[in-house]
Structure formats: structure tokens, C-alpha cells
């Protein structure tokens, strides 16, 4: 009887027509144009990553649901699929499947399930599973193919990153180094030029197909813009100033449109559970991970930095939502 409590909170009351499934499907739906053209610039390696990482989500928390936590399976909702595709956006399209799987049982095993499942769970799973396998495996989470290799998989070639271009022109001091990088118009567009050097992770080779999906969710109200506007901005307007001040930092467009920085703006740092509650309380969210992720990025040891940005701010958030709380209907200001 405890479970079918019915629990009616004081009014007003306020009927809504969204649900975990809606939501979580609305967020997949998002990530077709992304799905799209990480097939067509990788191919096979493509398939083989986001059907292995899908899969193993989906049987890992199949699994641990039902013989470990002993509750109805919770595989349909979403969660899963979603966990599974931002993992495997997360990863280079040479990825050996074992490598792929252990991610996998790390994302939903202890960034998830640990914590009793969807809802509790303090740190975003498909973060908590990149950076495990960062930490664990750094020389095959960090050799990028090149694109255009539709057929190859394990032996693709592979080569430097825009964001490695830009770390190497920071170390050096040779602002040269950044006429390396592709054109902003080509890292947002997606194109071959980006064959001449390695695009990153799945998710990393087209900004405009992320951008697509953050219109259709604003659109479908999936999410507000408070969390990506703020982290884009941060990241754009500390770009640019560093570059105004010293050439060797590359300009804030190419800054914005490399690397994970869409993709964990737009569809990780949006995360319901990881995120804070209120408008105010997401500002403030956003603009920590731009700074933190510009820190990182220029100064830290990984040329990335957006994925330690947004588990750092997950940490957070609980302390954001007590200290930025909304107004109370009816609250009447205390008089000072």
C-alpha cells in the first residue's frame, strides 16, 4: 500500500501533459541531425560505436533493474537510449567494443543505478562513463579518425583535433599554428576540409546539426535556452577577450564550434536531474561551465574541458537550487 500513496500537495494546482518518455524521446528526436551526419563523415566506425553504446545502456540497465535493484524494468522510458547515444557522441568512431561496453556499464552501473536510478542521480551518466574511460584508457579516448573513412573502423587513420591545434599554439606561443584550423564556416557547417585533420568525437563534427536540435527543443519547450545561451556566451565573450588581449588563443567562433561545446551545452548540461531548478539558478549554472570549461581547455592538461566543466557544476547544482529558490505563491517579503 506505501507505493500507491496518493500524495496532493497545497494549491494552486497546475496540470501539465509531459512525462519522462515524452521528454526523453523529445531529446532523441533531437539528436537525428547529429546521428545523421556522424554516419555520413564515419560510416561504419559510427554504427558500430552508437548501436554498441545504445545496446549495452539498454541491457546494462535491463539487468541491473531486474536482479540487482529487483523493480520493474525501466528500459522504455528513454533514459537509457538517451544515456547510450551522448556516450557514444562522446567518443571516437574507432573505439574498440570492449572499451565501448565497460563505458557503458560505468555510465548506467554507478552514474545511475548507484544512485536508485533516473531521478537521483547526482552527475550526468553519459559524462560519468566519457570520463572513466578518459581516465582509463586516455591513449584510444584520444586518437581522433580522420572523416571520410566510411569503411574503416579499428584502422582508420586518425589524426590532430582543433581543439589540439589550439593547445599546441598556446604551449608553443606560435599563433601560426591556429592557420591549421578549419574555417568557423566549415566546423559549423561540416565539411571535407575537416579531413585534414581529426574531427573528435561523434557528436563534434557539425555544429549546425547540434543547433538544429536546440531549435527544436526550445520549440517542443524540452528545454529553456538559459543553460546553452549562457555557456555559449561565457565560453565566446572569455574567447574573445583572451584573443583581443594575445593572438595565440584562437578567435571565439572556432572556440564555440570545437570540440564537445555544443553538445554538452545543448543536450548534457540540460540534463533535468544535473541541472538547476530555476531560470535564475541555470544562469549561473551556464555561465560557471563556460568559465570552468575556458579554464580548462587554455590552462588544464586535456585540450578539452566542457565534460569535467558540467560534472564539477553537477556537484553543484544541489547548492544552487537551496540558495536560488523562487518566490513562494503568496510569499510576502520579510521587512529588514
Known amino acids: 500500500?506505501?507505493?500507491n500513496k496518493l500524495i496532493v500537495s497545497l494549491s494552486p494546482h497546475a496540470h501539465g501533459n509531459d512525462s519522462v518518455e515524452k521528454n526523453m524521446y523529445g531529446v532523441i528526436i533531437a539528436l537525428i541531425p547529429a546521428l545523421l551526419v556522424s554516419l555520413y563523415y564515419f560510416g561504419l566506425g559510427s554504427a558500430v560505436v552508437l548501436s554498441t553504446s545504445v545496446a549495452a545502456c539498454l541491457f546494462f540497465e535491463w539487468a541491473i533493474t531486474k536482479y540487482i535493484l529487483h523493480r520493474e524494468s525501466t528500459v522504455c522510458d528513454g533514459s537509457a537510449i538517451l544515456t547510450g547515444l551522448l556516450l557514444g557522441f562522446n567518443l571516437p568512431s574507432n573505439l574498440p567494443v570492449w572499451i565501448i561496453i565497460i563505458g557503458a556499464l560505468f555510465a548506467i552501473g554507478v552514474g545511475k543505478m548507484t544512485f536508485g536510478g533516473l531521478g537521483q542521480n547526482p552527475?550526468?551518466?553519459?559524462?560519468v562513463g566519457?570520463?572513466?574511460l578518459l581516465a582509463s584508457f586516455p591513449a584510444q579516448m584520444t586518437s581522433w579518425p580522420v572523416v571520410g573513412q566510411w569503411t574503416s573502423y579499428l584502422d582508420a587513420q586518425t589524426g590532430a583535433t582543433p581543439l589540439a591545434l589550439m593547445k599546441q599554439a598556446i604551449k608553443s606561443g606560435d599563433a601560426s599554428v591556429l592557420e591549421e584550423l578549419p574555417s568557423s564556416l566549415h566546423m559549423l557547417l561540416g565539411s571535407p576540409e575537416l579531413a585534414t585533420s581529426g574531427a573528435g568525437s561523434l557528436g563534434e563534427v557539425c555544429a549546425l546539426a547540434l543547433l538544429l536540435g536546440l531549435a527544436y527543443m526550445l520549440w517542443k519547450r524540452i528545454i529553456t535556452w538559459h543553460i546553452p545561451v549562457s555557456i555559449i556566451g561565457t565560453v565566446f565573450v572569455l574567447s574573445g577577450l583572451m584573443h583581443l588581449a594575445n593572438p595565440v588563443?584562437?578567435?571565439p567562433f572556432a572556440v564555440i564550434l570545437s570540440g564537445g561545446l555544443m553538445l554538452g551545452a545543448i543536450f548534457m548540461a540540460t540534463d533535468y536531474v544535473t541541472s538547476p531548478m530555476t531560470a535564475r539558478g541555470q544562469l549561473i549554472y551556464g555561465v560557471a561551465i563556460g568559465f570552468l570549461t575556458v579554464a580548462i581547455r587554455n590552462w588544464g592538461s586535456y585540450p578539452e574541458g566542457m565534460s569535467f566543466a558540467i560534472l564539477i557544476m553537477n556537484a553543484f547544482t544541489p547548492l544552487i537550487n537551496i540558495y536560488v529558490k523562487p518566490k513562494r505563491?503568496?510569499?510576502?517579503?520579510?521587512?529588514?
Open 1 to 3: 500500500m506505501a507505493n
Open 123 to 127: 552527475f550526468n551518466p553519459a559524462l
Open 130 to 132: 566519457r570520463c572513466f
Open 249 to 251: 588563443y584562437a578567435n
Open 329 to 336: 505563491f503568496g510569499e510576502v517579503p520579510e521587512k529588514k
